[in-house]
């Protein structure tokens, strides 16, 4: 079935584009028959999850694939702790999808919305020194390629590609089908408190090694970070979840309402955001509660804002967070928004943003109806000088070219592009800047033979 005309535009409000139709496939075959069919027509093809991601890396000029009709479980196995999903399961529906096995991912980002396909497609993680980011925990995958081939990757079949098709950018094919490794449900006993910006920073690296899962945000113009120390129990441990009117007063009213509020009333009057510090402060404030770990690990976001965040080498985030502190300062920026600062373990997935090192993320964010480019500009050159690179899915000003520089395995994974999607059938402009276009051997040859 097809539909057209819809604007489409991202969770961020950053992106908008009106694709020249829009197709729901429910099946691998239909995937097949739509990726053919706008092959036949010389359309392009982007299969977009949730518009979780704030660069344009989902737009879809020509042909939007909607996979909400391809969810759910396809196979589980206990024993081994696998799982195959289809491609466009949301991850906030793994709770109820995974009850019936005891199974659990890992770790986990701030929300739960995206989609499984699209949230490791951009290389989405979480936070903890132990744990790498969602599409580490990928061991096969079934992709519908460009010329209409379902190509399986997995362990035993074509398993030279499962580095590039973990974190593949959307640029590889459409994956229908993604096998997860999981992990035995688990509870988590979560502390958080406020407490004082210099001797978090000082202490970043001895808690990332300590703690299962430590995560800091700093509220610019504030002395105070916030700390999110998550510690994994077994799953019948006690628990002591946030009671729902507790929940709903910190996470909904104050977080999201009342913080929403005072952007949008700031974004008029922003001299007074350092007054926003009452509001903050309640933000920060202390909490205990033991849950099941998706309770623990996401949280709902309604304020909509632009963020930016840089991975970069984990002994490096101490000084990185100092300078990001002394520019804000020095600027006389009004940022309502804190700073996150969050670790993941070394992985060996070629465009992952922990690749080859262990891993510290600095996220900067803005009001939705602010301008972040001045900010981030001048933040994304401090994390530029440190080896930096941008999440896939937020925004940055990098291409092709300095991308490169900051990936070993970067020309691999073009090889890897021409051989699934020597035409771009999957590309859009936000893919020609951080991959390139049609400009390597192989698509020219491709082409000539067309010719
Ligand atoms: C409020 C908010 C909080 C966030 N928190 C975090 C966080 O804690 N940690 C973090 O790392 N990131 C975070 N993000 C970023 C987000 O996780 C990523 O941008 C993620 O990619 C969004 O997933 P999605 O399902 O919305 O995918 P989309 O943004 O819709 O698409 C992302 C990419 O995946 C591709 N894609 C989608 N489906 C398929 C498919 N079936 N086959 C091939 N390619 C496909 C798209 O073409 C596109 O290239 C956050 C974003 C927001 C808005």
Redesign the pocket.
Same mark, same amino acid.
């Given at each position: 079935m097809t539909a057209s005309g819809d604007l489409w535009r991202?969770?961020?409000r950053t992106e908008a584009v009106r694709p020249v139709r829009v197709e729901r496939p429910a099946t691998a075959g239909a995937v097949q028959r739509a990726v053919t069919a706008a092959a036949a027509s010389g359309l392009r093809v982007?299969?977009?999850? !949730? /518009?979780?991601?704030?660069t344009g890396?989902?737009v879809a000029p020509d042909v939007q694939l909607d996979?909400g009709d391809l969810t759910g479980v396809i196979d589980a196995d206990v024993a081994t702790g696998r799982v195959t999903l289809a491609?466009?399961t949301r991850l906030h529906q793994l709770p109820a999808l995974l009850a019936p096995y005891g199974l659990a991912l890992p770790n986990m980002?701030?929300?739960d919305?995206?989609?499984i !396909? /699209?949230?490791t497609?951009?290389?989405?993680?979480?936070t903890g020194l132990g744990f790498g980011?969602l599409a580490t925990q990928i061991v096969a995958a079934k992709?519908v390629t460009a010329s209409g081939e379902l190509l399986t990757v997995s362990e035993t079949e074509r398993p030279e590609l499962l580095p590039a098709v973990r974190v593949?950018?959307?640029a590889l094919?459409?994956?229908?089908e993604v096998t997860l490794q999981l992990v035995p449900r688990f509870v988590l006993q979560a502390v958080e408190r406020p407490e004082p910006f210099g001797l978090v920073v000082d202490e970043w690296l001895d808690r990332v090694h300590a703690h299962d899962h430590f995560e800091f945000y700093w509220f610019p113009h504030t002395d105070t970070a916030l700390t999110k120390t998550n510690t994994r129990l077994p799953a019948d441990a006690p628990r002591a979840p946030l009671g729902r009117v507790s929940r709903w007063v910190d996470d909904e009213l104050v977080a999201n309402g009342l913080f929403g509020v005072a952007c949008a009333a700031l974004t008029v009057a922003p001299r007074l955001t350092p007054h926003l510090a009452w509001l903050t402060d309640k933000l920060s404030g202390t909490r205990d509660f033991t849950d099941f770990s998706p309770s623990v690990f996401t949280s709902a976001?309604r304020v909509r804002f632009r963020?930016m965040?840089y991975a970069i080498p984990l002994e490096a985030v101490p000084d990185a967070v100092r300078d990001v502190r002394a520019l804000i300062e020095r600027k006389g920026w009004h940022i309502t928004f804190p700073i996150e600062v969050r670790a993941a373990a070394s992985d060996d997935n070629w465009l992952s943003t922990a690749h080859g090192r262990d891993t510290g993320y600095v996220a900067v964010h803005r009001y939705h109806r602010e301008d972040p480019r001045e900010y981030f500009a001048a933040v994304e050159e401090i994390m530029r000088g440190l080896g930096g690179r941008p999440?896939w899915?937020?925004m940055h000003t990098q291409t092709a070219e300095t991308l490169r520089d900051v990936y070993p395995r970067f020309d691999d994974f073009l090889r890897v592009r021409d051989e699934l999607d020597p035409e771009r059938r999957f590309a859009n402009a936000y893919l020609d800047r951080v991959l390139g276009g049609v400009t390597t051997d192989a698509a020219a040859t491709e082409s000539a033979d067309a010719a």
């Open positions: 991202n969770w961020g982007k299969p977009v999850g !949730a /518009g979780h991601s704030f890396i989902a996979l491609a466009g980002g701030d929300i919305r995206q989609t !396909a /699209g949230a497609s951009t290389g989405t993680h979480g980011g992709l593949g950018l959307g094919g459409v994956l229908v976001r963020e965040e999440h899915g937020k």
